[in-house]
């Protein structure tokens, strides 16, 4: 079992920055492929970042692109989604995911391929 709890939301105006974290804790989180998820209202979750247990390679959502940035810490069991230029169409409820798969051929952005979840922070970039 892995449990994972985000913080870092907030209320931001759009250009401005946030870092969102995702603590985990439980099993060893240095062995989990790790991503991003958001979900706005009415709308289906989507995949915005995902990081190999290692930190060795990282995919993003083309919306993300050159704003995003995930990166993880295994000394401190954190994962995190540095959040710049942000845009009103980025507000959201934003969820980390914990997987135990990785590697050739893993669709990164399918959420079936995450195991474990976190109960989401809210992000609200205004115009």
């Known amino acids: 079992q892995v449990q994972l709890v985000e913080s870092g939301g907030g209320l931001v105006q759009a250009g401005g920055s946030l870092r969102l974290s995702c603590a985990a804790s439980?099993?060893?989180?240095?062995?989990?492929?790790m991503g991003w998820f958001r979900q706005a209202p009415g709308k289906e979750r989507e995949f915005v970042e995902a990081i190999t247990s290692n930190g060795g390679v990282t995919t993003y959502a083309d919306s993300v692109k050159g704003r995003f940035t995930i990166s993880r810490d295994n000394a401190k069991n954190t994962l995190y989604l540095q959040m710049n230029s942000l845009k009103p169409e980025d507000t959201a409820v934003y969820y980390c995911?914990?997987?135990?798969?990785?590697?050739?051929?893993?669709?990164?952005?399918?959420?079936?391929?995450?195991?474990?979840w976190g109960q989401g922070t809210q992000v609200t970039v205004s115009s």
């Open positions: 439980g099993r060893t989180f240095s062995s989990y492929t």
């Open positions: 995911a914990a997987s135990a798969r990785g590697g050739y051929g893993v669709d990164y952005s399918a959420t079936s391929l995450y195991n474990y």
